[in-house]
């Protein structure tokens, strides 16, 4: 339709309304304004305008800096809540309310950079890094995952790659992605993200698309 933005384009409505929903979600999970001021290293009152209408003389336009830095405490904090449910729901599941659910690790560089119960939520933070998922002996653990969760993976791991290729020096790699995607900086954080509320699934062309551009990179570098 003629004067709409592309799919993965918010308008700044759009952006403010998102960041009333990570905030609402902070909330939730026991953390408050004065703490959401930290996380950014922003003033309450600096957050305070982000919420505010658009179109009022209150309202400011969040940063992508800042709304990434707090939808990372969010996700931090609805896994670790989502921890308990999961283990009833694979026990539930298995009709064995001991069973054990194991515990994996997101081993990235030597760094853990995530443990927890949930696959998916390890793998992401393991793709993140551009690492690997292993249990707590260390043997590595292959997730299984269907066609749209390999999707996710799938662009995750070639967005890490980007992360380290020079992109001829003329963009930044947040403006190598969001060329890739179509997509506003805002939006490029839920691409591949494993909470589902907010998360935008990347297309089997999206994902070949980012491939062969980062591999194009690589060649180049070589």
Not at 37 to 49: D, M, P, R, V
Not at 50 to 58: E, Q, V
Not at 155 to 181: I, N, P
Request: glycine share 6%; aromatic share 8%; with cysteine.
């Amino acid at each position: 339709m003629e004067g709409m933005p592309p799919k993965y384009h918010m308008r700044v409505g759009e952006i403010t309304f998102h960041y009333r929903e990570v905030c609402a979600l902070l909330t939730r999970h026991d953390i408050d304004a004065a703490a959401r001021a930290k996380i950014c290293g922003l003033a309450e009152q600096t957050l305070k305008g982000y919420g505010a209408l658009d179109g009022t003389t209150a309202h400011r336009k969040i940063t992508v800096e800042a709304l990434d830095k707090l939808r990372e405490a969010a996700m931090d904090a609805y896994w670790e809540a989502a921890a308990e449910p999961y283990r009833e729901k694979v026990r539930y599941a298995r009709e064995d309310n001991r069973h054990i659910v194991p515990t994996l690790i997101a081993l990235c560089g030597g760094m853990m950079r995530e443990r927890h119960i949930h696959p998916l939520r390890v793998l992401e933070r393991a793709d993140t890094y551009g690492g690997h998922v292993i249990d707590t002996t260390g043997a590595p653990v292959a997730v299984e995952l269907d066609e749209l969760a390999e999707l996710r993976s799938r662009w995750r791991k070639a967005a890490h790659r980007c992360s380290w290729q020079d992109t001829d020096g003329y963009m930044t790699r947040q403006e190598f992605l969001c060329e890739v995607a179509d997509c506003c900086p805002y939006s490029l954080w839920r691409i591949g993200s494993e909470f589902y509320p907010w998360a935008i699934q990347p297309t089997k062309a999206m994902v070949e698309r980012l491939e062969d551009a980062v591999a194009e990179l690589e060649r180049d570098a070589a």
